[in-house]
């Protein structure tokens, strides 16, 4: 048998034991070490702040409003109201409002507007519900503020709208101011002047309304709804006019010590 030297034996250990140990690409290789993250950089920009109704434009690189307003060395206090709030992005404005109590926010009716529109097939000074409308709803937040010459007055610090309000529409009738004839030649304000002193919302507490000192059943025997005193000066003459003819000229019924004043 053929002995191997010692000396070659030693270099073919050597090299497997190289190889082995990931000498060639199928062995393992230790990972590298992950690179350090770069902080990303955030350029300044400019923003509108309002605090306490003044405005101003700053340039900041905060990314929230929390960070705009720290670097604005603005100070919140105990109370206060923040758009967009604390720690919400901030955008192009941010808006403060320094409190000097806490914020009671409560639920608002809005009353419907009423829209008239004109209708000729009416009866004159008629009125005529179309749609009834509905009221809206807002939120309203109230507290106490610095006013302007340093004291504390209460305010609306933010309101919105949670339901629009639905107008009310009605249709009115003609509105003629005479009916015409005789009775639109007679000296109607001498008569007002001596039944109410030409008031058209006076009252005389034994039942008797407006310019002309209507009761209410002589009122609606002429078509009129509600209390004369509510009726514009032009209705309650029209209806005067009316009551003029129904009774055939005989005033001394119906203004026995002011209706002479009508052929003044």
Known sequence: MRRIPAVVLAVALLAASATACGGDEGGTRPAAADAPKATP???????????????????????????VLAQANVRLGRYYLVRPDLDEPAVDAVRVRRLLSKPVTRTIKIDPPVR??????????????VRNGRAGEKL??????????????????????LRKPVARIVEIG???????????????????????????????????????????????????????????????????????????????????????????
Do not use: M
Request: with cysteine.
């Open 140 to 161: 309203v937040t109230v507290a106490y503020v610095r006013g302007k010459n340093g004291g504390r007055v209460k305010a609306v610090i933010e309101q919105k709208i």
């Open 41 to 67: 950089t955030v350029t300044p920009r400019q923003i509108v702040l309002t605090v306490d109704g003044k405005r101003t434009t700053v340039t900041t690189t905060g990314r929230t409003v929390r960070e």
């Open 174 to 264: 003609p509105q003629p101011t005479s009916v015409g004839g005789e009775a639109a030649r007679l000296n109607w304000a001498a008569l007002a002047k001596c039944e109410s002193g030409g008031r058209p919302n006076a009252v005389n507490p034994a039942g008797y309304y407006g310019l002309y000192q209507f009761s209410r059943q002589t009122w609606a025997s002429v078509g009129g709804t509600g209390l004369p005193s509510e009726a514009s000066a032009a209705e309650q003459t029209y209806r005067a006019q009316l009551l003029y003819n129904k009774v055939n000229g005989r005033w001394q019924g119906q203004w026995p010590h002011c209706g002479k004043y009508l052929f003044s």
């Open 116 to 129: 008239k529109r004109k209708n000729s097939k009416l009866a004159a000074w008629s009125e005529k519900v």
